[in-house]
């Protein structure tokens, strides 16, 4: 291999390797570990929406490049649709805050608050408001929070398995280095939470009821 193709092997290995970070980026900030509790359940999803979806969709957005870059070096055509999904499902987390901004009763931002304090506010905020209008308009919101953070990681793990199979078409990673990204990221994921929660589900709650 030529010098210049390794750097470009080099540049592409580099381009994956973030990718993978962006997916374990993605995970961390849809994990919801949920409540019996509606109005909990609520804030803590308002609250996500509030303070990570820039980082959501940033990630989002190296995923997709990532694909359609490896897509392109491997002589394959990428599924652009498939690509401007992810962003667009991403792009619903900051609509999402933008409505718990407009809904939420006013919350004071005073100078010593920095702004994870300030939407963790807005989010408690917003949790009283919508549970005081009725338990459907809360579980409308969440299963729609939900419904929006389960199609991100669906696209972003399919997006992300498909330009490893491209690398490992050119001959740029081997099978088994892609098993161990993953490991290696998922394995750190594991240990910074403990372990991976799935979101409450409230029809759970009323059945018991």
Do not use: C
Not at 85 to 96: N, P
Request: charged share 30%; net charge neutral; glycine share 4%.
């Amino acid at each position: 291999m030529s010098e210049t193709a390794q750097g470009y092997a080099q540049a592409l290995l580099e381009l994956f390797n973030e990718a993978v970070k962006s997916y374990n980026n993605i995970v961390y900030a849809t994990s919801v570990i949920g409540s019996w509790d509606v109005e909990s359940t609520v804030k803590e999803l308002a609250f996500k929406a509030l303070n990570v979806h820039k980082l959501i969709y940033d990630a989002a957005e190296h995923i997709a490049r990532t694909y359609v870059v490896s897509s392109a070096v491997a002589g394959k055509r990428p599924d652009k649709r498939k690509a401007r999904r992810l962003l667009s499902a991403a792009k619903k987390v900051e609509r999402i805050a933008e409505r718990v901004k407009v809904m939420a009763p006013p919350v004071e931002k005073e100078k010593t608050w920095g702004n994870y304090n300030y939407e963790f506010k807005l989010a408690e905020a917003f949790a009283k408001e919508l549970v005081s209008r009725g338990d459907r308009s809360a579980k409308t919101f969440s299963d729609r929070v939900r419904a929006v953070f389960r199609e991100i990681n669906e696209l972003s793990h399919e997006l992300l398995e498909e330009a490893a199979n491209n690398l490992v078409t050119i001959g740029i990673m081997p099978r088994k280095r892609i098993i161990e990204e993953f490991e290696e990221g998922l394995g750190d994921l594991v240990a910074d939470k403990g372990q991976l929660s799935e979101p409450i589900d409230n029809d759970k709650r009323s059945e018991g009821d």
